[in-house]
């Protein structure tokens, strides 16, 4: 549980604003239900479930934009409705639902969020003088007031969001091609396999590795070899389909994951690439080959024996002359279509 939460932000964010909404509100949804205050008692009892209701969902499904977009939903409308019933009393919830709100959602939403609240207390105030604010200057007052709390929760909220993505993105990405790394190619095999064992859904993959990559680098410097590199990843890049995921795992050798696709496929896929590099890769010393080995993910296999699979292809490919693709056959139990 606790790794999930170190490795979730989001879902940590949700769990964390989940106990505090529950132990801060069921003390005041009790207190106004015992007074008679049913209007508002019931408004935080639905927040309370609400929020129950929501972190389960989160830890059940992975899926955290869903219950953060609705617990931002739910709160806004809560506060509102309290804060319109209780007057000024009610107002000082407003403040932790900005913070609430920034954290759940983007920041967009939650400005959008926000202004819709004030908007509602505002106008209801000035429809039925006296029922939120005492007087005009208490409200504006208060505006400036979640003026100020909203842009500085904002620049933080920003700053924190753009912040963890870039270091979600140098965690996964090959800080040279751009490709990602060998971190996240486990990962993604992890789930191609898990895929396949669930949905039926089918995967190859082309264990990729440049030729005499070693001759570029010892005659012309790391920086020509690094060009090169560079060059050949927007080279599949270019000619591989969106859904496909390039990774690169060792110095010259990568890794490129096709999903929904066969064994006819996979081999006219390896086919393109290598004549694409063959074309148009160029390095100081002349045109840059590619040697390609493939397989498609067997029923029941785990990803490490396919990545082999793939890898002693690739090795097949390079002891027979380089530049070309040798595919592994599917096996006989493979051949009929997965329901």
């Known amino acids: 549980m606790f790794k999930r939460l170190r490795n979730d932000f989001q879902l940590s964010i949700i769990t964390l604003m989940g106990i505090i909404g529950v132990l801060g509100i069921t003390p005041y949804a009790a207190y106004r239900l015992l007074h008679g205050n049913l209007l508002v008692g019931i408004a935080d009892c639905v927040i309370v479930l609400s929020t129950?209701?929501?972190?389960?969902?989160?830890?059940?499904?992975?899926?955290?934009?869903?219950?953060?977009?609705?617990l931002a939903a739910v709160f806004s409308v809560g506060a509102t409705l309290i804060a319109i019933n209780l007057g000024v009393n009610g107002l000082f919830w407003i403040y932790p639902l900005i913070l609430f709100n920034f954290f759940m959602v983007s920041p967009g939403k939650a400005i959008a969020a926000t202004l819709l609240v004030l908007a509602s207390l505002v106008g209801h105030a000035l429809w039925v003088p006296g029922s939120v604010f005492d007087s005009h200057y208490q409200m504006v007052s208060f505006l400036v007031t979640n003026a100020m709390a909203g842009v500085l929760t904002f620049i933080f909220a920003y700053r924190t969001r753009t912040q963890r993505e870039q270091l979600q993105l140098l965690a996964i990405q090959d800080p040279l091609t751009g490709a990602r790394n060998r971190r996240a190619m486990n990962e993604e095999l992890k789930i191609a396999v898990s895929s396949k064992r669930r949905h039926g859904r089918s995967y190859g993959v082309l264990a990729m590795d440049l030729d005499h990559f070693k001759l570029v680098n010892d005659r012309y410097g790391h920086q020509a070899g690094d060009q090169v590199l560079i060059d050949y990843v927007k080279l599949i890049r270019n000619c591989s389909r969106q859904e496909d995921r390039l990774f690169r795992f060792g110095g010259e050798e990568f890794l490129l994951l096709l999903p929904d696709t066969d064994t006819l496929g996979l081999e006219a896929a390896a086919q393109n690439l290598l004549e694409t590099v063959r074309d148009n890769l160029r390095g100081p010393g002349g045109p840059v080959t590619v040697s390609i080995g493939g397989a498609m993910l067997r029923s029941g296999e785990p990803w490490g024996q396919w990545l082999q699979r793939a890898d002693q292809c690739?090795?097949?490919?390079?002891?027979?002359?380089r530049n070309r693709t040798i595919i592994d056959r599917p096996a006989v139990n493979d051949l009929a279509p997965s329901h």
């Open 52 to 70: 129950l209701a929501a972190v389960i969902y989160a830890w059940r499904t992975g899926d955290t934009e869903k219950p953060g977009l609705y």
């Open 314 to 321: 690739l090795y097949r490919a390079k002891s027979e002359g």
